[in-house]
């Protein structure tokens, strides 16, 4: 297993997907003040990260390379945004069904799918984001 991969991956999904995180609660219901908020936020965040490393670990075993990352190319990229994108739509039509959350009159609905624009956005862009510059990272150190 390749460690510097799982570091840098748990870095760099974690600073992105905070900072996602509470950028966007102002557009569920009940937000009152990020302090009151970002324990919420960060909990959310360990989530996101939590599913990060999941993934990584995963596709390792389905393509038995611990260094796949050193090898991202174009395909895993859409790859990974697809599996973002409906790990999200999971996520959010689990939530709005058990009312764990729900969105205010500000937030952006996806026509059809019901759900709210920028938590989809969030796995969709940050998931393949966060592998790429793990890639990065890793090739300067």
Known sequence: ??????????????????????????????Y???GQHFPICFLGTIGDV??????????SLLKNDFG????????????????????????????ILFDRWSYTNVMPIIPYLRVGLTPILQMTLLLPLSFYLTKRFYEKI
């Open 1 to 30: 297993m390749k460690i510097k991969y799982i570091v840098i991956l748990i870095a760099v999904a974690f600073l992105f997907h905070i900072i996602w995180e509470n950028a966007q609660a102002t557009l569920f219901a009940g």
């Open 32 to 34: 009152s003040s990020f």
């Open 50 to 59: 939590i599913f990060t490393v999941a993934v990584y670990l995963g596709i």
């Open 68 to 95: 796949w990352i050193a090898r991202l190319n174009k395909k895993d990229i859409l790859v990974l945004a697809a599996v973002g994108f409906f790990f999200a739509l999971g996520i959010e039509w689990r939530a």
